[in-house]
């Protein structure tokens, strides 16, 4: 086993589901080096998505609707400092970037016909019904990418043990 496979193998074996299912936590308080924070931040990335994300898209004949279930928390320790910073950084990056524009589009994807339509469903819901015609202008992808990580951020915490919010709110990678 890769120390990639181990550490998301790690992280998801500290992933619990709250009896009523409205939450789902990742304790990352121990069992985890942080010394590689860019590496613990994907492999939280590739589990939050595999595991939770990427349940939240429910295909309906040609759309594809963001209908988020539950929330995730995230709980790390204050300790690790810059280490934790950094982690968080690069997780959200992860997440905006990689996540939703690459591995998990394609999963996602699965269910539509055709590859503009996942952008117009997303674009429907993130931007509160108001629809872009089919296009491939950037600005309309950053735009679609851009909301959907509001929205995935709205059903995500990130907190020290204390409950500290350790989402830096005005560096988000937008």
Do not use: C
Request: glycine share 2%; net charge negative; proline share 2%.
């Amino acid at each position: 086993m890769s120390a990639e496979e181990e550490l998301k193998s790690i992280i998801e074996s500290s992933r619990k589901i709250s009896q009523d299912g409205t939450l789902v936590t990742y304790d990352l308080t121990s069992g985890i080096d942080f010394s590689n924070p860019k590496a613990v931040a994907k492999a939280l990335s590739d589990v939050f998505f595999e595991k939770d994300a990427i349940n939240w898209f429910k295909v309906n004949d040609d759309k594809i609707d963001f209908v988020p279930t539950y929330k995730v928390r995230v709980v790390m320790k204050e300790e690790h400092n810059k280490k934790l910073e950094s982690t968080v950084d690069d997780f959200l990056k992860d997440l905006q970037k990689d996540g939703i524009s690459k591995d998990y589009s394609k999963q996602i994807k699965k269910g539509s016909i055709i590859a503009t339509q996942l952008q117009s469903a997303m674009a429907k819901h993130a931007l509160e019904s108001t629809l872009f015609k089919h296009s491939l202008d950037k600005v309309y992808e950053d735009s679609i990418r851009d909301d959907l990580f509001v929205d995935l951020l709205e059903k995500l915490e990130i907190r020290s043990l204390s409950g500290k919010d350790l989402i830096d709110w005005n560096k988000l990678p937008l």
